[in-house]
């Protein structure tokens, strides 16, 4: 590319007033700036003696839990309307369907719960791929899937990052008390 | 013959035991500073091992120079395997050995030594007391840190490596001629060339040189903050542009060598700013002046010179954070355009005034040194002004717009204006 390319647009640096020219204003700016933060109060959070303070539970994404209904049971209907949302395809569904065996001629074997369509035989995310983006839980037409405050979840190994329903079922068994299910709330 | 012997060796096993530590703990220093100005807290858990003991993260230059040593000696195919491995031993070497003649205290009273060794002389705190060209030497071996940065540079044999060794070569060259006026004048002042020579005649005038030669102190700190290759001057590393400048391939212990002869350097600058002008182990009322001194005087004067070059290192560190770094050609235009001339009007301020100063204070009526200061800062205050009437380094980096390659007829772009509003059109 040569200097007098017409597609260049050359632009001119601003002409500087006096203070600029004779720079020592703004040394003396620049240096009563750092100086001043120097003594400022520090922002650091020592984790993890200390913890973040996260300004509204409900709403913040961390790792994803799966809700239970009034009888215990997963809430999810496995129609992967989760799945399809997720930019990062971390999460894989296996969906038990009670319709199915009804059309391939079988006996009519009623599936565990006679009022659902469907329901999750396994529920797996790899929090490894997830990216936190909330999609899921914007996607869940029952409330199924929520994402809670928990940020910092760690494992030994891939395959323990993995979670599967059960592990999923346990996050909401163990934040209900602290963030009830969107459904729940006023 | 063996205290002969015995008493620079002590010296040279107490200065690089010092520099050493001292290199580590500044990084530490800087690492803190850097936290600090951007509201964070800094290192501060590493402590005692195996235990719950922090000290503030004191413990962390240990754990970084432990790391580096057992990084893996690993040697990149590509480059020049001799100058890769000389270059960073040449800029440690050149850093270290600079510390030869820069005195680090006064002198000591000779009793610290048994009587039956018959030292009956002060010792001087410096490695090669009473070398007469003490400031040429630091000079002609600070020289050879470039050396380091340009082999660095090339061996690497990396773009990005060779840049920052370009830029550097470029940049360091300049300075050196900014950081020569700037000590004439001092040298001229004193009459010597030795450090401590040139302390011991700003502690008995009781003026310290930057208040004499204000014109002279602004010019040798910026030229230092560049020799040291510090920000607003650190284009030869430039993290932000060339990853990591002439070092980017280097790992391991030949990158700390690196490390550690930048923040030498750092140090260094630091004892020449204080020594030539901030008064070096002199302080009104606390140090006194003359050669024979009893031993707190002589630990007082320590303590007093390494306040000072701390105080002038957290300057270089707080600096780091405060403005942004140079443009090349801004870099090149302070350097030729306004330090250069800037020491050239000092250095004939303080030879016109050593000529003929004791007249003029006279017929002012003031003393010689208030005259002296008097004069000082009102050159500076004239040099800076012309600098901001005269405006010179305001350049114009883009390429100039033929007037025939574009079929314009007319050239309108002013040689010192560069491109105007015409000429932006397409």
New interface residues.
């Given amino acids: 590319m040569?200097?007098?390319d017409?597609?260049i647009?050359?632009i001119?640096e601003p002409r500087?007033g006096?203070a600029g020219?004779?720079y020592?204003l703004?040394?003396l700016q620049?240096?009563t700036?750092?100086?001043l933060?120097?003594f400022?109060?520090?922002?650091?959070v020592?984790s993890p003696e200390q913890r973040h303070e996260i300004p509204d539970p409900l709403i913040y994404r961390g790792v994803h839990r799966l809700n239970r209904d009034e009888r215990g049971r997963v809430k999810c209907v496995a129609c992967f309307l989760c799945a399809t949302a997720c930019p990062a395809h971390c999460i894989d569904i296996v969906a038990a369907d009670h319709r199915d065996h009804v059309a391939h001629g079988a006996p009519a074997v009623p599936g565990p719960w006679p009022d659902r369509e469907k329901y999750p035989q396994f529920f797996t995310i790899d929090e490894l791929r997830c990216i936190f983006c909330g999609m899921c839980e914007e996607a869940c037409p029952v409330d199924a899937i929520e994402l809670t405050s928990f940020y910092d979840l760690s494992g030994k190994s891939r395959e323990e990052m993995i979670f599967d329903k059960q592990k999923l079922l346990s996050v909401f068994d163990e934040t209900k008390d602290t963030e009830p299910m969107k459904s729940k709330r006023d | 013959m063996l205290p002969l012997i015995l008493e620079p060796l002590l010296k040279i096993a107490l200065l690089i035991a010092g520099l050493m530590t001292a290199a580590a703990y500044l990084v530490l220093v800087e690492r803190w500073?850097a936290?600090?100005?951007?509201?964070?807290?800094g290192p501060n858990r590493v402590g005692i091992p195996l235990t719950k003991i922090r000290l503030f993260g004191l413990g962390q230059p240990i754990a970084d120079g432990v790391k580096f040593l057992f990084k893996a000696e690993f040697t990149p195919t590509h480059v020049d395997k001799v100058l890769y491995f000389v270059a960073p031993m040449s800029i440690f070497m050149a850093a270290m050995v600079v510390f030869a003649v820069i005195p680090f205290g006064s002198v000591l009273p000779p009793n610290i030594f048994p009587a039956s060794w018959g030292i009956k002389e002060p010792i001087r705190l410096v490695a090669a007391p009473g070398l007469d060209v003490g400031m040429i030497y630091v000079f002609a071996v600070g020289s050879i840190a470039v050396y380091g940065v340009v082999l660095g540079g090339w061996a690497s044999n990396n773009k990005y490596s060779f840049l920052g060794g370009l830029r550097s070569s470029a940049q360091l060259i300049s300075y050196e001629l900014p950081l020569g006026l700037g000590i004439i004048g001092v040298v001229l002042a004193s009459g010597s060339l030795r450090l401590d020579a040139i302390v011991s005649h700003q502690a008995q005038a009781g003026v310290w040189n930057v208040l004499a030669q204000p014109l002279g102190f602004v010019v040798f700190c910026v030229a230092s903050f560049a020799e040291a290759a510090r920000l607003p001057f650190d284009l030869p590393e430039a993290e932000q542009e060339l990853v990591g400048g002439y070092h980017t391939e280097y790992l391991g212990i030949k990158l700390m060598m690196y490390l550690v002869a930048e923040f030498l350097h750092m140090v260094t600058a630091s004892f020449l700013i204080v020594i030539l002008f901030l008064g070096g182990w002199h302080f009104w009322g606390l140090t006194g002046s003359s050669d024979v001194v009893t031993w707190p005087v002589a630990v007082l004067r320590v303590i007093v010179l390494l306040v000072k070059v701390m105080g002038v290192i957290l300057f270089f560190m707080?600096?780091r954070?405060?403005?942004p770094r140079f443009r090349y050609d801004q870099l090149m235009d302070v350097a030729w355009k306004v330090m250069i001339p800037w020491g050239l009007v000092n250095l004939v301020v303080v030879a016109v005034w050593l000529e003929y100063g004791d007249h003029l204070a006279r017929w002012v009526g003031l003393s010689a040194e208030r005259s002296m200061t008097a004069v000082g800062f009102g050159v500076l205050f004239l040099c800076?002004l012309v600098a901001?009437i005269a405006?010179p380094t305001?350049g114009d980096n883009?390429?100039?717009?033929?007037a025939r390659?574009?079929g314009d007829a007319e050239d309108k772009t002013p040689r010192d204006c560069?491109?105007g509003e015409a000429?932006?059109q397409?």
């Fill in positions: 040569k200097p007098d017409r597609n647009t050359w001119q500087l006096l020219k004779s020592v703004l040394f620049g240096l700036t750092t100086l933060h120097v400022r109060r520090k922002l650091t020592q | 500073i936290a600090w100005v951007q509201d964070r807290l707080l600096a954070w405060s403005w800076w901001v405006d305001r883009h390429p100039r717009r033929s390659a574009t560069g491109p000429e932006m397409p």
